[in-house]
C-alpha cells in the first residue's frame, strides 16, 4: 500500500492567516492527489481532486499543489469556518489510502 | 439534487450479522462507482472498497478483504456493506462516497456500534 504522511498533525491559526498543510507520498502518485475537509461531526467534504483542481463550490481561498510526492494545501486567509480536520488520499493505486489528518484550530 | 442517504445508526452483539445500506439519488447510479470509508471512533478516515454498480466489479483494501463484503441492486440505487459475523473492533462510523478516483459525495454516515 501507499502511504500518505501529512504534517502538521495538528495547527492553531489565527483569522486571517495563511495556513499550509502537506502530504508526502511514499511512492510517486503523478497528479492523484485529493483534499477533504471534515467538520466536527460532519462527513467529509472533497476540497480538492487531482492536487490541483478545486472542487464545485469550494471557495476560492483554498488551493491544492504539487506532483510525484509532495503536496500542498493551502488555506490564503483562514476563516472562523474553516475548523475542521484535512485529509488528503491518494488515488494513483489500490487500496486508495488517506493520510492520518490534520487537525486546524482557529486561535 | 445529488444525495447519498444511509441506513440508521446500528447496535449490535458480537457473533451477530450486519448490512448497512447507501441509496443514491438525483443522478444515474451506474455512472459512478459507490465507495466506503470507515472511522473508528477518534480516528482516521480508512479507505475500505469499491464497487461500480454498473457491473458489480469490486475493489478491496488488503485490510478490509474478507472482513467485509461490499454489494450494490443498481434495480434500487443501493450500495450495501456487510458483515457476516461482527467484532467489538468493528465499532465505528462508515460513510459511502460516491466516485472512484476521488469521493465528490458523501453519505452522513453509520454508526455501528458492536458491544456485549
Known amino acids: 500500500d501507499i502511504q500518505m504522511t501529512q504534517s502538521p498533525s495538528s495547527l492553531s491559526a489565527s483569522v486571517g492567516d495563511r495556513v499550509t498543510i502537506t502530504c508526502r507520498a511514499s511512492?510517486?502518485?503523478?497528479?492523484?492527489l485529493n483534499w477533504y475537509q471534515q467538520k466536527p461531526g460532519k462527513a467529509p467534504k472533497l476540497l480538492i481532486s487531482?492536487?490541483?483542481s478545486l472542487h464545485t463550490g469550494v471557495p476560492s481561498r483554498f488551493s491544492g499543489s504539487g506532483s510525484g510526492t509532495d503536496f500542498t494545501l493551502t488555506i490564503s486567509s483562514l476563516q472562523p469556518e474553516d475548523l475542521a480536520t484535512y485529509y488528503c488520499?491518494?488515488?494513483?493505486?489500490?487500496?486508495?489510502?488517506f493520510g492520518q489528518g490534520t487537525k486546524l484550530e482557529i486561535k | 439534487e445529488v444525495q447519498l442517504v444511509q441506513s440508521g445508526t446500528e447496535v449490535k452483539k458480537p457473533g451477530e450479522s450486519l448490512k448497512i445500506s447507501c441509496k443514491g439519488s438525483?443522478?444515474?447510479?451506474?455512472?459512478?462507482?459507490i465507495g466506503w470509508v470507515r472511522q473508528m471512533p477518534g480516528k482516521g478516515l480508512e479507505w475500505m472498497g469499491i464497487?461500480?454498480?454498473?457491473?458489480?466489479?469490486?475493489r478491496y483494501s488488503p485490510s478490509f478483504q474478507g472482513q467485509v463484503t461490499i454489494s450494490a441492486d443498481k434495480s434500487i440505487s443501493t450500495a450495501y456493506l456487510q458483515w457476516s459475523s461482527l467484532k467489538a473492533s468493528d465499532t465505528a462510523m462508515y460513510y459511502c462516497?460516491?466516485?472512484?478516483?476521488?469521493?465528490?459525495?458523501w453519505g452522513q454516515g453509520t454508526l455501528v456500534t458492536v458491544s456485549s
Open positions: 462516497a460516491r466516485g472512484e478516483i476521488w469521493f465528490d459525495r
Open positions: 438525483g443522478y444515474s447510479f451506474t455512472t459512478y462507482w
Open positions: 511512492q510517486r502518485i503523478g497528479s492523484y
Open positions: 488520499q491518494q488515488s494513483y493505486s489500490s487500496p486508495h489510502t
Open positions: 464497487i461500480n454498480p454498473a457491473d458489480s466489479d469490486t
Open positions: 487531482a492536487a490541483s
